[in-house]
């Protein structure tokens, strides 16, 4: 109830304030978070990060206030945060479809974006598997794509599978010295307003790495070839949930993230860290392709 009490509270905060500069800090005070944690959770729920919900309510309030008044467009440009004419008339533009001078033209359409309001149900009585997992330090080697939006909306699912479908030799590459033939790692980090690193990356011991480095041992530098990183997972304690063993275990994966964000971390007992979050997808043959599972890796502490 704190949680849910917290988030409207955190949304009347940004809709009070939508003509001023909104500090992250202070909105996610509102729910006794911190702010990586608010912004995590806020965009899991929402399906848009905070920076959109703002940005989008914001051109609907000077879309209706050109369209009603006589105000200058510059004018509602700085009231909305926009420093230029230019950026306004192209955000504006965007996001309405017309240019903000035809805002008060007979026949013109605009968009409304409609306010958060958050209503209590009774949700929940569903169990989740869990455990809490202490991980040493330990690096990973992989290859990054930025991805737009929020990791669980619907263009994630596009933007991956475009990106696995586009990159098959390198994940035969690193599959070959990986010291975990049985599973693919997927890194997400990074995350803002503008979206977040996805890796594709392998576990490779340090004999293989030391050779994906030294081009005197292998004839190719496969870290500068291939745009290879290194990726430093911190020393971390995760919470760990897995999908049930099944062919397509990717659904619900997607479903499983949502719930851990509805509903096991809004129990008030554990937050987001700012740290990595990993995705393993075990895809082994061991079993058969019905014995596909997807472990889930939340970086948390303890509030």
Known sequence: ??????????????????????????????????????????????????????????????????????????????????????????????????????????????????????????????TMRYRIEARPKSALIGYRRRFEGTPYDGLRSKQEEDFFISTRAYQWMLKGMSNDKLSDYCVLTNMDDDGYDFYIAAAVDDYERSNMYNSNVTGIDFMDKFQFQEIILPERTYAVFETEKQKMPIPQYFDIRRQIAAAWLSNEEYQILNAPELAVYHWGLVGGYADRTIEIWIPVERK
């Not at 009490?5 to 949304?11: C, D, R, S, V, W």
């Not at 035809?102 to 605009?110: F, K, M």
């Open 1 to 126: 109830m704190e949680w849910i009490t917290g988030l409207q509270k955190a949304i009347d905060y940004i809709e009070d304030n939508l003509t001023e500069t909104i500090d992250y800090n202070i909105v996610a005070a509102q729910s006794f978070s911190s702010v990586y944690h608010f912004q995590r959770i806020f965009s899991i729920l929402c399906g848009f990060t905070i920076g959109e919900y703002i940005r989008d309510r914001r051109l609907t309030l000077a879309g209706a206030e050109l369209a009603m008044s006589d105000a200058k467009v510059i004018d509602v440009a700085l009231k909305y945060g926009y420093e230029s004419p230019d950026s306004f008339a192209k955000a504006f533009r965007k996001f309405h479809g017309i240019l903000p001078s035809q805002a008060r033209n007979d026949g013109s359409h605009l968009k409304s974006f409609s306010r958060l309001v958050l209503n209590l149900s009774l949700e929940g009585g569903t």
